[in-house]
């Protein structure tokens, strides 16, 4: 809950006209740039020096339902889109029903993914599993963990809603910094998508 | 959740002093504002000056703790075949003594600057976000505590009263011992014990309290500006800070999860560093790398920073080529990110990336070489004054040549074949630390103190505190270079008789033991300015920048009236300059001074990390019960973080005497 | 001192609510084609095309994806340079660090575990 | 004001006095592992270029620190100093770029002979001198080794180096032998954490990776073409290769001193390496005496001496086959080391200790009996091997011979609990220290 992490100088005078908290969430987005960064590229480096610990026969990951959740999460994302537009034109209970929405579609994500990890460990793929195992759970479960992360945020914003101190001006920009957080974690799952499913598939 | 919509303004009333009544928070519990105890109001406070005068102090704690660890290596190696200390307690030492230097001594003093004049040199009442800034410094502290956790532990050890358990008992190593950098697979489960687990997440915690901090200060340099404050017109030192910060925002993420990889191979068996499942142990170097050489920036620009401001107001004359300095800072720290290789060159990268590396570490040293021929073209013409900052800040451009000079034949990779690893190596990064990094740190501290406190320091104590370092710090590392070119290797706890290096070796030593007098003098004489300094006026040096202006120390709201800055060198021009360019003051607009309202709650949320970091590595030693502990930390910083954002942020006004 | 630097506007930032409609309209064609290009992917890998070829294209639609989310629904087109500029900071970083790392990597330094003693089959 | 200055003069007169006196208390450049004294073309490419790097930011410090000091000197404050105030000029930018440019051009003439120097050191020659078919003159060679230079796979352990000669089939422990002006390829290799390979007057280093495979040549002395055309020595044939042979016996043949150069836990320091320089001749015999490895002792054939052993041991008697009882039998010596003949010495933990006796040096190098004029100390070498079997733990903390059995060398009489090792007697290594000196 960063943007409560704030007191705020209404005497100081900014320069440029941008929200103390949605620069510090920028910052904090291009910060995780890098975060994800390390987790990908440690991925991807270990699948190409190691490119047959895994047994190329056995189909590790369904296509389907991966598309599936990547198809949710960009859906929530749309909702999430809504409902930070709702927020900028006071529209309280537009934006309680979107971000019920995204918290619907988000937490399917995370049933997918949990699904998905039962899965891959009774085909035998554990953490512990060469490095194939260790850098693929380490870097979605990291991307899961973002994931909760805003759901929990998004849960309390929504309970918050209905304490009535909300208001269309401060409080739509807290409802935004969530949104870029949301939408980051979006951004990632896309490249997540195509560089470590769609791309192991097709060189298999 | 929210923050602004129930700000209670119960507060026109008139404020002289600065008591205040407590106001009540919205959880209905009071908030520890001023006028209650000294000590809660310095625990609790928000207040980017004071936090930066904790920050100052803790950090020069353990630069003294760092210099104690430093002297007992010199000590041991005064001699060959010496049995001072054993080896393991030399490989603590010299992991600890280079961890404690740069993550607890020159990180949070170069954070204690910025802290301290930020905000004033940019005109604004406080950071963007004060609570944050609070946070940092109670997270560093709690960092600093887990990382030196060992040496407490060592000594209940040494004392009978605690015995380790668990599957790394045998190794004994409560204390880090593996090197700064860590470098897999030494820090494997099976090299390495509990030492290695409180240094990861001391590390760990250390990274959050710098990234949150960095954050901080990049958004209060864009945001917080005062009117006229163009980018361009920002001091230098903000420049670097901002530069610096944003670095530590770019590099640390590398090693947070470089570090998260490593704590799930300890305790989780997973495979990222452990060549037996296909891991690549040179990963690590990489990704630490990553993050160390933006790192070696991130230490040394600030000192650049401060060199760029004192020296200008000892000439006389503005900073020559402003807007280069600002840039080659700015290309420095890019570039810092396509350099880090240079620190494998014997890893064996291949002819390709070495020859890369190589010329792109060349190219690192062009902005460098700018700095110093501005500080140069600086001096010329201007009128030297030789008071205590200036003399470090001129001690500074010397030895950080010589420091960079030796940086340059480094970057020849095959000539790095022989320095790699060796005492060169030693001799070049302290020349850079010490000759660099500190002396320019000590000129900030002469040319800032009697603003920090109010007092003028006295009397030419300073000059021999220049004399003992200067000269310490030389007859140290000077030698070094020889060693190192004579072969002796880093690292090594004792060496043979006959090899060429006795001599040097004692020589190092005693210059070690200057060095250390010196750094006593210094802490003498900063008492001696805090008890019984003259007070020193609000602008004793004839200074160009905008704290100067302030009173000293400056008032808990900074300026009475936001002041509205019309040209580069602010003060400069409003006392020397023509008459368009004074500092204007924007209008009362009589609703007082919007103050922040001081909090437990940062400080209660980053000490979480205390028994999380302590409970986890030591659950992974084996200890009973230190995974409660560990849960029990994360509940209080969620705690701390819950009921931090449910007080929401208050505040009230001050309607300051009007004296201007 | 020109007055003119000198900005008297509030502080909270001053959102052009006019615009939400138009946002609206673009924000639901948006997701339109994110599940489109989503679909597409899918069925890529499974056509029988060169694999050089349908690697460009995945990683082209991701791209376009990516950023299509940043600049709309993150709404960094509408927003200050200043914000991009952060942004871009550390994107451009880490895809610079992390591509050239990708590279330093390659399967010819890589040696199999050791195991004392062991002279390898070979030599 | 002015006694600061006077300060600051005294203090200047102070440092140049003392920083003079550092220079002059070790003007000996040529010490055992100096970078300066190279013995290879390698090291030797490697000091020409820091000397490069040295001569042009020396020429750098001298200017810049130069304009540096006049500027402090000549544009100091003056007492009552009533000029008006300096010009506040912001910068030149013509001289900026002037100066980027001239410094860019400075870094040039570092960049190529840089860059040179990386694709010599990284590219391992395999000219006809050093082929193994054109020198070695052993008739133990295979085939398709003949046109290979000589290999050897340098391994590194906590704390200890394994030099394999696979081409030969062949291993030694801490000691290499080299023949001189001839390249060698050495493939480094780790098994437990990183080591780095640093033999300062041949190459400079590359580290030891486990999981990596990394590689680097070495040579000592140049090889026939390039010292002839470096002497420009004119002459017949037969006189330059006399003159040559002359060169690499004088100058070459010795014995150099390496060591460990990267962090690898507690006795790092004391993770050294010796080298020595040979002739083809004396290599070849090193390399057949090595194969052949050791007789039992009183030259008795092992199987003759095992079935003694087995049957009746006491009647082997004699400080060495009581040395020899201890190493295979009580002492447990043979679990970890192998010694070339000895049918039951075949363990791969420790270092190989065929010819240990022949070794200058012990336990990594830290233990010498180097004598003065490059010969044994045998009594040294005694004192050496009973100190290291006495008290390895003393000689290098945490190492594995101390480690694997407990604390100590002996039986461990009862495996539940280790305190109740019955460590071997300090008569017990006297007689082992004895059989090992045998060993050459």
């Known amino acids: ?204 | 959740m929210s923050t602004t919509v129930t700000e209670t303004h119960e507060t026109s009333t008139h404020y002289g002093s600065h008591v205040l009544k407590p106001e009540r928070s919205n959880l209905g519990l009071m908030r520890p504002d001023h006028g209650k105890s000294v000590l809660i109001d310095w625990l609790t406070t928000v207040d980017h000056k004071k936090i930066g005068i904790m920050y100052g102090v803790i950090a020069l704690f353990f630069l003294l703790v760092g210099g104690v660890e430093a002297l007992v290596i010199r000590t041991q190696l005064a001699f060959p075949e010496n049995d001072l200390i054993s080896a393991q307690r030399y490989n603590q030492l010299f992991t600890m003594h280079g961890t404690t230097m740069i993550f607890l001594a020159i990180m949070p003093l170069n954070a204690a600057f910025f802290n301290f004049l930020v905000p004033l040199q940019i005109g604004a009442r406080d950071v963007a976000f004060p609570r944050i800034n609070s946070f940092s410094l109670w997270a560093f502290v709690a960092g600093a505590l887990v990382i030196n956790f060992g040496w407490f532990l060592q000594l209940l050890e040494v004392m009978g009263l605690f015995t380790a358990s668990g599957p790394t008992a045998g190794m004994n190593d409560l204390v880090p011992s593996m090197g700064w950098f860590g470098y897999a697979p030494i820090t494997g489960i099976e090299f390495t014990g509990a030492g290695t687990d409180f240094w990861i997440m001391g590390l760990q915690i250390l990274g959050i309290a710098s990234l949150s901090a960095a954050m901080n200060f990049v958004v209060t340099i864009i945001n917080m500006r005062a009117v006229g404050m163009k980018m361009m017109r920002l001091p230098v030192f903000t420049w670097m800070t901002l530069i610096v910060s944003l670095l530590i925002v770019f590099a640390f993420p590398a090693i947070t999860i470089a570090l998260a990889e490593l704590m799930f191979d300890r305790v989780f068996g997973t495979n990222f560093f452990v060549t037996a499942g296909g891991g690549q142990p040179i990963l690590w170097q990489h990704l630490f790398w990553i993050f160390g050489h933006p790192e070696v920036y991130i230490l040394v620009l600030p000192a650049m920073g401060i060199v760029s401001e004192v020296l200008p107001a000892f000439s006389k004359k503005p900073l020559f080529g402003y807007a280069i300095v600002v840039f080659s800072g700015a290309v420095i720290g890019f570039l810092g990110f396509a350099v880090w290789s240079h620190h494998m060159f014997t890893t064996g990268l291949g002819k390709v990336a070495t020859a890369a590396f190589s010329l792109l570490t060349m190219a690192i040293a062009v902005p460098t070489g700018v700095k110093i021929f501005n500080w140069v073209g600086t001096l010329w013409g201007g009128r030297v004054r030789f008071s205590a900052p200036m003399i470090f800040a001129l001690g500074f451009v010397w030895m950080f040549m010589m420091g960079g000079f030796s940086g340059i034949m480094h970057s020849s990779a095959p000539a790095d074949a022989q320095q790699q690893d060796s005492y060169f190596v030693i001799a070049h990064f302290h020349y850079v630390a010490i000759g660099g990094i500190f002396l320019a740190v000590v000129s900030g501290i002469y040319f800032w103190l009697p603003k920090i406190c109010g007092k003028m320091w006295k009397g030419n104590l300073s000059l021999w505190v220049a004399i003992f370092s200067t000269v310490g710090l030389n007859v140290t590392f000077f030698p070094m270079h020889f060693l190192g070119l004579l072969g002796m290797p880093r690292r090594t706890h004792t060496y043979l008789e006959g090899f060429g290096w006795e001599t040097y070796n004692l020589v190092c030593t005693i210059g070690a033991y200057i060095l250390a007098f010196g750094i006593f003098l210094l802490v003498v004489d900063i008492i001696r300015c805090l008890r019984s300094g003259e007070p020193a006026g609000d602008d004793p040096w004839d200074a160009r920048t905008l704290e100067w202006t302030t009173t000293s120390p400056p008032q808990v709201y900074n300026f009475a009236r936001n002041p509205i800055i019309p040209a580069r060198d602010a003060l400069w021009e409003h006392k020397h300059g023509p008459e368009n360019r004074k500092i204007t003051y924007e209008p009362d607009d009589g609703h007082g001074i919007h103050m922040p309202s001081q909090s437990w709650m940062p400080m209660i949320a980053s000490l979480g990390f205390v028994p999380l970091g302590l409970g986890l590595s030591m659950m992974q030693a084996g200890v009973a019960y230190m995974g409660y502990v560990a849960i029990f930390g994360l509940l209080m910083i969620s705690l701390g973080v819950a009921l931090w954002a449910l007080e929401g942020p208050g505040g009230y006004h001050l309607h300051p005497e009007e004296e201007n | 001192m020109s007055q003119a630097d000198y900005n008297p506007l509030p502080v909270s930032p001053a959102v052009d609510h006019s615009g939400e409609n138009e946002k609206y309209h673009v924000f639901v064609n948006l997701a339109l084609v994110l599940a489109a290009i989503t679909g597409v992917e899918l069925v890529l890998v499974y056509l029988p095309f060169n694999k050089a070829f349908i690697f460009t294209v995945l990683v082209s639609l991701s791209m376009f994806k990516f950023v299509a989310v940043i600049a709309w629904f993150m709404h960094l087109i509408y927003d200050k340079l200043m914000l991009t500029l952060a942004f871009g900071t550390g994107l451009v970083i880490a895809a610079g660090t992390y591509t050239a790392l990708l590279f330093l990597f390659s399967t010819d330094y890589v040696a199999p575990h050791e195991i004392p003693g062991i002279i390898p089959p070979g030599m | 004001m002015k006694k600061l200055s006077n300060g600051y003069s005294r203090f200047i007169s102070f440092a140049t006095a003392l920083l003079a006196l550092t220079f002059l208390s070790g003007c000996d450049l040529n010490t055992r592992m100096s970078t300066f004294d190279t013995k290879g073309p390698i090291a030797e490419a490697q000091l020409d270029l820091f000397m490069l790097t040295v001569w042009v930011t020396g020429f750098i410090f001298l200017v810049v620190g130069g304009v540096y000091v006049f500027a402090v000197i000549k544009f100091r404050e003056r007492p009552n100093d009533d000029r008006p105030l300096p010009s506040q000029g912001h910068g030149n930018p013509l001289v900026e770029i002037g100066l980027i440019g001239a410094s860019v051009l400075l870094l040039v003439i570092i960049a190529v002979p840089t860059l040179k120097g990386i694709w010599y050191t990284h590219t391992t020659p395999n000219n006809t001198y050093s082929q193994l078919g054109t020198w070695y003159e052993g008739d133990d060679l295979a085939a398709e080794a003949e046109e290979e230079i000589l290999v050897i796979r340098v391994i590194g352990y906590q704390w200890w180096w394994e030099f394999e000669y696979p081409q030969f089939g062949i291993n030694t422990g801490n000691e290499m032998i080299i023949p001189a002006g001839k390249a060698v390829h050495l493939e480094l290799r780790s098994v437990d954490v990183i080591h780095s390979f640093w033999l300062p007057r041949i190459a400079g280093k590359v580290d030891l990776i486990p999981g990596r495979a990394n590689s680097m040549w070495i040579q000592a002395g140049d090889d026939f073409d390039t010292w002839v055309e470096k002497n420009g020595i004119e002459g017949g044939e037969v006189e330059l290769q006399t003159a040559y042979a002359n060169y690499l016996k004088t100058e070459i043949h010795n014995y150099y001193y390496g060591q460990c150069a990267e962090y690898c836990g507690d006795s790092h320091a004391r993770m050294l390496f010796r080298t020595t320089v040979v002739g083809d001749d004396e290599f070849a015999d090193w390399v057949a005496s090595q194969k052949t490895g050791h007789t039992a002792p009183e030259d008795k054939s092992w199987d003759e001496w095992y079935k003694t052993y087995d049957s009746h041991p006491e009647s082997l008697s004699g400080d060495v086959n009581e040395g020899l009882k201890l190493f295979v039998g009580r002492g447990k010596c043979i679990a970890c080391h192998s010694v070339q003949g000895n049918p039951r010495a075949l363990g791969v933990a420790g270092p190989d200790l065929t010819m240990v006796a022949s070794r200058q040096s012990l336990a990594a190098g830290w233990l010498n009996h180097r004598a003065e004029d490059g010969s044994i100390d045998t009594e040294k070498q005694y004192e050496n091997f009973f100190k290291w079997i006495k008290e390895p733990d003393v000689v290098k903390p945490g190492n594995l011979m101390w480690k694997s059995n407990g604390n100590g060398i002996g039986e461990l009489t009862d495996p539940e609990d280790p305190d109740k090792i019955k460590l071997l007697t300090d008569d017990e290594v006297r007689k082992i220290s004895l059989y090992l000196q045998t060993l050459k």
Not at chain 1, 18 to 31: E, P, Q, R, V
Not at chain 1, 138 to 152: D, E, N, R, S
Not at chain 1, 153 to 181: P, R
Request: negative net charge; contains cysteine; glycine residues 8%.
């Open chain 1, 1 to 204: 809950m960063s943007d409560t992490a704030t007191a705020h100088h209404e005497d100081g005078h900014k320069s440029l006209i941008i929200d103390n908290k949605k620069l510090l969430m920028w910052l904090f987005l291009g910060s995780d740039c890098m975060f994800f960064g390390t987790l990908i590229s440690t991925h991807l480096i270990y699948r190409k020096i190691n490119p047959t610990e895994i047994d190329p026969t056995v189909n590790l990951f369904s296509l389907e339902l991966t598309s599936f959740s990547t198809f949710i999460l960009l859906m929530s994302s749309f909702l999430m889109a809504l409902a930070v537009s709702a927020m900028h034109k006071g529209q309280i209970k537009s934006f309680r029903r979107n971000v019920i929405g995204v918290i619907f579609f988000g937490l399917i994500f995370l049933g997918c993914q949990v699904y998905e990890f039962t899965e891959f460990v009774h085909l035998g793929l554990k953490l512990d599993t060469g490095t194939f195992g260790s850098t693929f759970y380490l870097m979605t479960g990291t991307h899961g963990v973002h994931v909760a992360i805003g759901i929990f945020w998004l849960i309390c914003m929504y309970f918050y809603s209905y304490t009535g101190k909300m208001d269309a001006h401060e409080s739509a920009v807290d409802v935004e910094v969530a949104g870029l957080y949301w939408h980051f974690v979006d951004i990632v799952w896309i490249i997540i998508f195509t560089v470590v499913y769609l791309i192991e598939f097709i060189g298999k």
